[in-house]
């Protein structure tokens, strides 16, 4: 055999070997991956009213970053009760343990979705709502001075129900819920948002999950529309594990601080770890 033949085959079987290994690393790898994805808790993102799940998207990158399973629930807005079923419906597809995460309104709802759904380990509220029995958003935004959010809803539209939608005016979006948000971003989220009802906003809580669910609370400084005295009333009365307040952050303080976001939810995971 001549020796550039020979010489060829020794390099293709050399390259064979290699490409062999490179291949069985990245099983292994990939599989690692999956292993280390699955022993993690799967992070539920519940957006509020005004908004869609999207306010969630950077923080959702970085969970994603750090191999958490996430998922981000379309809530509805029509009504509390039937929000609520709609969240308990997509926590009964979960065969895993469950950190839920809700912000504004959407602290509401994961506080009476969660209530017998034993996978749900841990709640994270982002400057959201969290409820005791008997108690409605309208009721708790109301307790202490502050918030602009009354003033800036457009007149409310009748629906067929007998009950509203009710829209922010897009010159108050800003000011209201996201002040600190370049106002190009505002802009776009203002003619893009979702409607409440004012039957969702006035729905009576039932027995919250924060009693038996340990919490964790995150919120700004700055909130215009749930005022920071609320926040520190509800986390006291939950009894949180961990309060955050980020100076000078606003309502939608996920779009404007999502790294701040993310580790709180994070520690919340790490802390119901198996």
């Known amino acids: 055999m001549k020796p550039s033949n020979l010489l060829q085959r020794s390099l293709s ?16 790898s990939a599989a690692n991956a999956s292993a280390v994805a699955v022993s993690k808790p799967v992070i539920v ?20 970053h750090d191999e958490y399973s996430v998922m981000a629930a379309a809530t509805p807005l029509r009504g509390l009760q039937s929000d609520v079923r709609y969240l308990s419906t997509l926590l009964d597809t979960i065969h895993r343990p469950v950190v839920l995460v809700g912000n504004s309104y959407g602290g509401s709802v994961i506080t009476d979705a969660a209530v017998g759904h ?4 841990a709640l994270v509220y982002v400057a959201a709502l969290a409820p005791d029995q008997g108690e409605s958003a309208f009721d708790l935004v109301g307790k202490f001075p502050g918030s602009l959010l009354g003033n800036a809803l457009m007149p409310p539209v009748a629906l067929a129900d007998g009950s509203h939608d009710l829209y922010v005016q897009p010159t108050h979006f800003r000011a209201a819920l996201a002040a600190d948000v370049p106002q190009a971003a505002t802009s776009l989220m203002a003619v893009a948002q979702r409607p409440v009802t004012d039957k ?18 995150v919120y700004g400084s700055a909130d215009e529309s749930i005022p920071p005295g609320v926040h520190a009333y509800m986390a006291k009365r939950a009894h949180a594990r961990s309060v955050v307040v980020v100076k000078g952050a606003p309502h939608l303080l996920m779009v404007s601080h999502p790294a701040i976001v993310a580790r709180t939810i994070e520690a919340a995971a790490t802390a119901v770890e198996p």
Do not use: C, E
Request: charged share 10%; net charge positive.
């Open 118 to 121: 034993a996978n749900v380990k």
């Open 200 to 217: 969702a906003l006035k729905g009576a809580s039932g027995s919250p999950a924060w009693r038996n669910i340990p919490s964790w609370f």
């Open 45 to 64: 993102l519940v957006h509020g009213a005004f908004v869609d799940s999207s306010v969630w998207n950077s923080v959702i990158a970085r969970l994603q």
């Open 13 to 28: 079987a050399f390259l064979t070997i290699l490409l062999a290994i490179g291949a069985t690393t990245s099983s292994v």
